[in-house]
């Protein structure tokens, strides 16, 4: 039973669709004359890309603004105004400690409950490409919570700037353990940490090979060139020499950890220069020359200015990004359309990441429904995004306000928490293909999330599932009752007299439009398998009852279906 789970999921993805490109931009995607206002499944499917959940009045927002126009005011709409690394402060002042607990609460509720949709996931997709996670002991609760406040405030700025922040974090700092990374000595005995110098390049920025414009690979005769070399790590781990905790008073003992500052997680790294190689600094074909004094910022900014403008960073990271908003396998070309707006936003301006976000959300390839019939197109959704469209959708609330959710990694929960994958390669690795027994494999199609799926995840998935929809989610508030997140269903109980009409409510929230008759019927019948009793005047409770358990019926048998679980 479980296999065939599993393996009716591998076999959607494989004829779900994909790939090319179209002149039709009905949908809103074209540069041309004015687009009709989207329909109300064309708006439910950007929504499904570009937010933790479709709900009934922003697909109304997005038919009244349009695709463009919605995305325009997303980008424009400002930070929540209670961010993650405060709600975290709130909780260490109350309680005197805090733990990875608090910041899923914190995550939970922005992404649930703030208005900020596009930002809320464009930051969880940047947090899956520069990763730090909470699994690692270096990384604190309150450091892991101004992280994810940096990644959210560059989310629609440069990549540029994004970079350096990300370099000065202290939690990246720890968690690639080149906070307190020392310089070369004259013995040969002690070379500078090269973790973070790997890592920036090959997951972060250029990626392990050199790419044309398009991320297809560029080819020496029939052999893939290296984008970088041993080498090039050691020449640019010098860089990163001298860069340790802030603190208004730095010196040797600072540097090394002592003299705490109560905001050092929090607070950018600082320079400290006696630390700092001063030799020859040779990467990716540019040369720091050495020398007896010491510029940090200089040779940051050399070595930063260096990745960004790097021609693999555009194409790399506008595959990385529409992997984690619309398809697994984008063609060359839409990588390449993208990454062309990474280079120039059309005002001469690079790295652009609003202009970035807006070209593949707009590319006839994410809006044109005919695309998602190639049988490259479509994605896993992630366990995570799973449960808050379920929680969106549904308008499930928390009653205390702080989304009493804890660690949902237990590979027989989701096997995913926000901020704590099992390493800096993410939960999958963007380039993983199923084995070739499967047909993704047999085709030599990506499937990133498919590398955490097995028979314990999938039943795993929709015990928990079955629970959740039932009961809530989330511990039970101090002196409440009942799981702390949880829905009422009220818009689905109004319909549950009518399966048909229940069912279309499944399928423009969930499947913006796209559910097959077939999956249709079947929901419908397990909806109707539920009966009614007849009003006898003394029954409404169980009328009552009976109409919630045909609303969760419907919300359960939706979501654990393959047609649910890849979007296309």
């Known amino acids: 039973m479980r296999y065939t789970i599993v393996a009716a999921l591998v076999c959607l993805l494989a004829a779900c669709g994909g790939g090319g490109s ?11 004359a004015a687009a009709p206002p989207p329909t109300a499944p ?5 929504l499904t890309q570009a937010t933790f959940g479709v709900t009934e009045s922003s697909i109304a927002e997005v038919q009244g603004q349009g695709i463009n126009g919605w995305i325009t005011s997303q980008i424009a709409m400002p930070r929540p105004a209670l961010s993650h690394e405060a709600f975290v402060d709130s909780a260490l002042a109350a309680n005197g400690s805090v733990n990875a607990n608090n910041f899923y609460q914190t995550w939970w509720r922005q992404a649930i409950s703030e208005p900020d949709q596009l930002r809320q996931r464009i930051t969880f997709a940047l947090s899956q490409i520069f990763v730090i996670s909470l699994a690692d002991a270096a990384v604190d609760t309150r450091g892991a919570a101004s992280w994810y406040d940096m990644l959210q405030r560059n989310a629609f700025g440069n990549f540029r700037t994004l970079l350096e922040e990300v370099t000065l974090h202290p939690m990246m700092g720890r968690y690639l353990t080149y906070l307190g990374n020392q310089k070369e000595d004259a013995a ?10 790997r890592e920036v390049m090959q997951l972060m920025t250029i990626g392990l090979v050199e790419l044309n414009s398009d991320g297809t690979p560029r080819l020496n005769g029939s052999d893939q060139i290296s984008a970088y070399t ?3 790590i050691a020449g640019l781990a010098k860089v990163f020499t001298g860069i340790s905790w802030y603190s208004t008073s730095p010196n040797n003992t600072t540097f090394a950890g002592g003299n705490a500052h109560s905001d050092r997680s ?10 700092h190689s001063t030799s020859a600094k040779t990467f990716l074909g540019v040369t720091i020359p050495a020398s007896t004094t010491v510029d940090m910022a200089g040779d940051l900014r050399i070595a930063l200015d260096r990745l960004f403008n790097h021609p693999n960073t555009g194409p790399f990271i ?8 619309v398809t697994s396998n984008p063609t060359p070309a839409y990588v390449g359309r993208v990454s062309a707006v990474f280079a120039n936003n059309g005002t001469g301006v690079r790295g652009d990441l609003a202009a970035v976000v807006r070209a593949i959300l707009n590319d006839t390839e994410a809006r044109n429904n005919s695309v998602a019939t190639s049988p490259s197109f479509g994605k896993l959704r992630e366990p995570v995004i799973r449960v808050t469209n379920w929680a969106r959708s ?7 306000g702080n989304f009493l959710i804890t660690s949902t990694s237990a590979n027989t929960s989701l096997n995913q928490s926000p901020l704590t994958s099992p390493s800096v390669f993410n939960f999958w690795r963007p380039g993983f293909t199923p084995p070739a027994t499967t047909q993704l494999g047999q085709n030599m199609l990506l499937a990133p999330e498919f590398q955490v799926v097995d028979e314990v995840t999938t039943a795993s998935y929709i015990n928990q599932m079955q629970d959740w929809i039932n009961a809530g989610i989330g511990s039970t508030p101090t002196g409440g009752s009942g799981r702390d997140v949880r829905s009422a269903y009220a818009a689905e109980i109004a319909l549950a007299d009518n399966p048909t009409a229940l069912v279309d409510r499944m399928n423009m929230l969930l499947f913006y439009g796209q559910m097959t008759p077939t999956l249709q019927a079947r929901i419908n019948a397990a909806i109707s398998a539920v009966a009614i009793p007849a009003a006898t005047g003394s029954n409404q409770a169980a009328i009552d009852a009976a109409r919630l358990n045909r609303a969760k019926t419907a919300v359960f048998f939706s979501q654990i ?5 890849i979007q296309r």
């Not at 179209?22 to 041309?32: E, F, R, V």
């Open 230 to 232: 041993p080498a090039d």
């Open 22 to 32: 179209s002149t039709d931009t009905g949908a809103g995607g074209g540069q041309g």
């Open 394 to 400: 549904f308008a499930a609330t928390s009653q205390t």
């Open 188 to 197: 040969g005995t002690r070379t500078p940490d090269e973790n973070y110098a």
């Open 42 to 46: 064309e708006a439910a499917r950007l």
């Open 318 to 325: 506008a595959r990385r990004l529409i992997q984690q908003l």
């Open 561 to 565: 279906s393959p047609e649910y679980l």
């Open 266 to 275: 929090v607070r950018p790294m600082i320079f400290y220069p006696n630390f």
